[in-house]
Nanobody, 118 residues
Framework: QVQLVESGGGLVQAGGSLRLSCAAS????????MGWYRQAPGKQRELVAA???????NYADSVKGRFTISRDNAKSTVYLQMNSLKPEDTAVYYC????????????WGQGTQVTVSS
């Protein structure tokens, strides 16, 4: 099993920045792609950004140019640097990880709240 623990959420004014971290523990050698999802009230959970074990990244159109995902494989940690934040970025952000040999996200963190005030 793998446990994911997020940190770094909080309240920030529009235009500000936050950096989220997600530390994985347990059977971490079995982790491949890691990603960040978010869910705003009344909306479906959406993929914000993902990064493979080799460092390939993809982003939702709404965050391209503002958010950067990165990972430190030695620390089994993934980061999400969020700049130029907008009120519409307000959501609970979840870290997720895929297990080797699967195409879906098998492991999820508990979520961290990000609130952007206007």
């Amino acid at each position: 099993q793998v446990q994911l623990v997020e940190s770094g959420g909080g309240l920030v004014q529009a235009g500000g920045s936050l950096r989220l971290s997600c530390a994985a523990s347990g059977r971490t050698p079995g982790i491949t792609t890691m990603g960040w999802y978010r869910q705003a009230p009344g909306k479906q959970r959406e993929l914000v950004a993902a990064i493979t074990s080799g460092g390939f990244t993809n982003y939702a159109d709404s965050v391209k140019g503002r958010f950067t995902i990165s990972r430190d494989n030695a620390k089994s940690t993934v980061y999400l640097q969020m700049n130029s934040l907008k009120p519409e970025d307000t959501a609970v952000y979840y870290c997720a990880a895929k297990r080797l040999g699967t195409s879906s996200y098998d492991y999820w963190g508990q979520g961290t709240q990000v609130t952007v005030s206007s």
